[in-house]
């Protein structure tokens, strides 16, 4: 099961991962490289955790 999604700065492309309950209760994070302000798109990360679980099982 998935518990963690990588998150992509727009700014400066470094990923930062945050667990999935994290991600669900924010709408922003601070990206740890370059600091910019990004917000979290809610819909890409479910896509995203959809096919990580996908891969996982086959």
Known sequence: ?????P???PQCR?????P???V???TFYSCQSC???VMIDKD???ELVAR???QQRG
């Open 20 to 22: 999935i309950a994290w």
């Open 35 to 37: 600091g910019a302000a």
């Open 44 to 46: 890409r990360c479910a």
């Open 1 to 5: 099961m998935i518990t963690d999604v």
């Open 14 to 18: 470094q990923t930062t991962v945050k």
């Open 7 to 9: 998150l992509v700065c």
């Open 52 to 54: 990580m679980e996908m």
């Open 24 to 26: 669900q209760q924010n």
